[in-house]
């Protein structure tokens, strides 16, 4: 299984499923066991307000914050964003190495 991520966040928070207790039905009717499930979410790193050399994460007033558009050349342009690209799974499944 191989999951390609695509994002202006420098981040992955990572979230196993530690809590899952088999008290809800999951869409193929099996419950949702301890560490049955897992969520990947893409953000900026949780301690960036203490660490100077990690991305700012600081929206000063009077500023405001908006999304980047990934699919947008001029927001690339103009807020000189950096492009993450993750590739998850074993490299021999895909045949080629990100």
Do not use: W
């Not at 994002?7 to 009717?29: C, D, H």
């Amino acid at each position: 299984i191989i999951m390609e991520i695509h994002t202006t966040e420098p981040g992955i928070q990572f979230y196993g499923g530690n809590f899952m207790q088999s008290k809800n039905r999951l869409k193929s009717g099996a419950m949702d066991a301890h560490r049955s499930a897992f969520c990947l979410e893409t953000q900026h790193f949780p301690d960036a307000p203490n660490q100077p050399a990690f991305p700012s994460t600081i929206v000063e007033p009077g500023r405001v914050y908006r999304l980047p558009d990934l699919d947008s050349n001029q927001d690339k342009q103009n807020q000189n964003l950096s492009y993450c690209h993750y590739t998850i799974g074993h490299p021999s499944l895909s045949g080629t190495q990100k």
